[in-house]
């Protein structure tokens, strides 16, 4: 949805329109859910393509899971207004290792929003329950149409 219609999009078609067009999410299997605004879990299951040795996972793909969790969380918030986010700033600590089989799940949650930055925290779960990840993300708020929806 391009130029005159765009003022036309709401909240879900937004959201919609960020699952359509977030390839790398899909390329490494995440997916998500929004429980309320500003809430959020994001799961992966850590399969052969997320290894960086045979039985540990990449931290990048840990990182992309705090990134979208944070950043779905930030958007939530926002999208009703016609508003998007984008990342400025992601820290993480990691706290265990993931290995081969894992079922990860981000939990996000909206620390604080302003007119301009939003931010969040999470932390990445693994099916046990166990921590193994801790961050936050701080994201820039701005008008829909400077992303290309």
Not at 16 to 44: K, T
Not at 47 to 76: N, Q, R, W, Y
Not at 95 to 107: N, Q, W
């Amino acid at each position: 949805m391009l130029g005159k219609e765009l003022h036309r999009l709401n909240s879900n078609s937004i959201i919609q329109g960020y699952i359509e067009g977030n390839n790398f999410g899909r390329l490494i299997g995440m997916d998500f859910e929004i429980v309320s605004a500003g809430i959020i879990e994001y799961h992966i299951q850590i399969d052969e393509k997320h290894l960086a040795t045979p039985i540990a996972s990449h931290g990048g793909v840990v990182a992309s899971l705090m990134d979208s969790t944070t950043g779905i969380s930030a958007l939530s918030l926002v999208c009703e207004e016609g508003f998007i986010v984008s990342t400025v700033e992601l820290k993480l600590n990691f706290l265990a290792p993931v290995s081969l089989g894992d079922k990860l799940i981000g939990k996000s949650s909206v620390l604080s929003k302003g007119k301009r930055l939003i931010v969040t925290e999470a932390e990445v779960i693994n099916q046990d329950g166990k921590l193994v990840a801790k961050g936050m993300g701080t994201f820039n708020v701005y008008p829909l149409k400077k992303a290309g929806y």
